[in-house]
């Protein structure tokens, strides 16, 4: 079914009539497809939910264009971004095209549909201007961090099983907590990975997030366990190059801590705290991505 | 009627809930809001003309936030720009934020204006990745112009008065080609004052497209007419920092060679078709908007 949604998402391209636009929307990774997957597997793969998998990706791509941009990101999932290799006004045009093509589509749904993912849209780029303004100093304040992951990441995931359910005729409100809990946990795991993980295995720099300004819930949960000495010290790293002992201190820091692991178990409650919600709903095969998301190794 | 469409905008600015989104909204230039104007005039300023118009200018003020970043623009209509001020990431999203915002209102009408308009603006998206494109090298050949700039202007004022036609049940097809035809003499005009008009008019340098690489029409002409050896000088001062001799030279050039004159008359012809097109239609108040930018001192 995924094939399909690529087919699609192809074909909303194509329609652009440039070749350029065709050439370089091939180079994007194509990612987990996570929000297709979920509006699949909530719409029970109908031809209505192929086309809107294929307009949320879309959406979801554009906004990852932007997004490398103001980040200054190379590597986007170990390949070369493409503001990388063409530039940033290319990445912005090809983000605009890529939302626009969406639009184009997406008003031939419904019009309750097309608010719920218009309205994500909005909340996912005011998400990222407050990530913006919230990277500029180290804000430890897990209230803003929450409300920024859930405007950047877990409105549009959210979005994606709330139009589904609608689509579908199923409980909106059910889905749309599934899939906001889900949308903040996988941002929550993110954010854990950028630690734990290899750079290799991350497709850009280990503590890449620190460099970038970004406090994130494990820096939130260290910085709220040290001692005077060890928040100067920290502070003193944030936005830094770091050296190798520089980044072993952090990694060790956050391990003795105990920070990534009230992060993962944060992460599992929202996840648990998603499957409640749609308990009742017969949809059995969403619990799979929960699980393949928390229960893993770190 | 363009007071209730600046308050119809910031309504629509205020739902995102945002002081920090309200701010940098508050300083952007407001311009002559064209495209609101002609809607007004085409649907007769109705209510619902009224919001279909502030639509339209924040997808406008969209497009200009993002021009501006790709660009490098510091100078707006005499002001700052958002991207010299604060930066291009927050100019990035502003516009992001001002894109689905207006999708968001958008998807309020039928299906068939929510094409119109969001089609509209795949193709400025794709005329500003054709801009970048073309402005690599100079590029002399008027059918790449045109087709640039009826992508990257002409579209939307097109879409504007096709979808106020569509909503006051007027021949969409006419205005169509009205708003394309203005569309593509507003942009030759704009392109001619880059070069006749003095810079503090402007808001920005003497002769900065062809220091930005675009090779507008008048240049096109202009190489035209020009000997190997002028075509060589020509050449090379493209995208490079002019000195007062070479801005004397390229300004007395364009003049001898009839280029400029003959650009205007190139609008001329255009707003002449453009009242063509809807002389049967009744809207006498139309033709102003014609005669404003074409009969003026250049």
Redesign the interface.
């Given at each position: 079914m995924l094939d399909r949604v690529e087919s699609c998402m192809e074909s909303i391209v194509e329609e652009?009539g440039?070749e350029?636009?065709e050439k370089l929307y091939k180079e994007l990774p194509k990612g987990k497809r996570l929000r297709a997957k979920l509006v699949l597997k909530v719409a029970d793969n109908s031809e209505e939910a192929v086309k809107l998998a294929a307009i949320i990706e879309l959406i979801h791509a554009a906004?990852l264009l932007?997004d490398d941009?103001?980040d200054d990101a190379d590597m986007r999932r170990g390949v070369a971004s493409i503001n990388a290799v063409y530039?940033?006004?290319?990445a912005?045009?090809?983000g605009?095209?890529l939302?626009?093509?969406a639009?184009?589509k997406?008003?031939?749904f419904k019009?309750d549909i097309?608010?719920i993912i218009?309205?994500a849209?909005?909340l996912l780029?005011?998400g990222?201007?407050?990530d913006?303004?919230l990277s500029q100093n180290f804000s430890p304040d897990e209230d803003e961090y929450f409300e920024m992951i859930y405007q950047k990441t877990a409105s549009l995931i959210e979005a994606s099983a709330k139009s589904a359910a609608v689509l579908s005729g199923l409980d909106a409100d059910k889905f749309a907590l599934y899939g906001k809990n889900l949308g903040l946990a996988f941002q929550i795991i993110d954010d854990v990975l950028d630690i734990v993980q290899d750079a290799q295995k991350l497709g850009k720099p280990a503590l890449n997030d620190f460099k970038e300004g970004k406090t994130t819930l494990p820096y939130i949960y260290l910085y709220e366990t040290l001692d005077e000495e060890g928040r100067e010290r920290l502070l003193s790293l944030y936005k830094k190059d770091l050296s190798q002992k520089d980044v072993k201190w952090i990694k060790e820091s956050m391990q003795k801590s105990g920070s990534i692991e009230r992060s993962i178990d944060r992460a599992k409650e929202l996840g648990y705290e998603a499957l409640k919600a749609i308990e009742d709903q017969n949809r059995d095969s969403l619990k799979g991505i929960i699980k393949d998301m928390i229960e893993r190794d770190f």
């Open positions: 652009v440039s350029y636009v906004s932007h941009v103001i530039g940033d006004k290319s912005i045009m090809l605009d095209i939302y626009s093509k639009y184009f997406l008003v031939e019009e097309a608010k218009s309205n849209v909005a780029s005011l990222e201007l407050n913006v303004r």
